[in-house]
Each structure stands twice: as C-alpha cells, then as structure tokens.
C-alpha cells in the first residue's frame, strides 16, 4: 500500500521543540521531493519546507525560517521535520508529502504534490 505516515505531533509550550516525522511505505522517498505543509483553522493550507535531493534547494517558509529543519533519511525511507522556538501561531494540522517533476519551491508555493500524508496535531501554548 502506497502511503506516508506521520507520527511526532502533540503539544509543547512556546519556545519548546517538536520532531515530526513522516515515514513512506510501498515507494521510495529517494527520487521524490519531500515536503511538510500545514493547516491552522480557517486558514489555507501551506507550504513549511520542501526539499529537492536532485539539485540540493530547500524552501521554508519566511514564517518558519531559521527555526524549522528539513530532512530525509534514505535508508529509513523517512522525513523529518525539526520544529524549534515554536510559537502559538505554528498552531497547525502538519502534512507531510512528497512530489516528482517539480522543484522544491513549486511544490511549496503551488502545492504540486502527488502524495500527502494525513496529518498530525501540533499545538503550541502561550
């Protein structure tokens, strides 16, 4: 079965850290480009961070910029996504997804995405 899981979501308090993590099962995140997208109630859904392992770009989000960590490991088949100096306003549902035949900003900015993960609660409290 073709799909990505997502496990590390809970709640921290502003300023804590959160490790997601997105594991792919029945395909191989290698030649794919990864990335983790975000909803908070009554607003759309986001690009966090994509990342291209073709041609080594990264996107983030100016919101999450310096703060938040993209990354793969290959031999596990899994994502990660490092969330750090959390604040309230990173109050989301988290997808993880990943894409072909894109880059990294597109499938960020345009949400070219072929697969989406579904979703895991990260709350942060003031």
């Known amino acids: 079965q073709v799909q990505l899981v997502e496990s590390g979501g809970g709640l921290v308090q502003a300023g804590g850290s959160l490790r997601l993590s997105c594991t792919a099962s029945?395909?191989?995140?290698?030649?794919?480009?990864i990335g983790w997208f975000r909803q908070a109630p009554g607003k759309q859904r986001e690009g966090v961070s994509c990342?291209?392992?073709?041609?080594?770009?990264?996107y983030y989000a100016n919101s999450v910029k310096g703060r938040f960590t993209i990354s793969r490991d290959n031999d596990k088949n899994t994502m990660y996504l490092q969330m750090n100096s959390l604040k309230p306003e990173d109050t989301a549902v988290y997808y993880c997804?990943?894409?072909?035949?894109?880059?990294?900003?597109?499938?960020?900015?345009?949400?070219?995405?072929?697969?989406w993960g579904q979703g895991t609660q990260v709350t942060v409290s003031s």
């Open positions: 997804a990943a894409a072909a035949y894109t880059t990294a900003q597109n499938m960020c900015r345009m949400h070219e995405v072929d697969r």
């Open positions: 029945g395909f191989t995140l290698d030649y794919y480009i």
């Open positions: 990342s291209s392992s073709t041609d080594g770009k990264t």
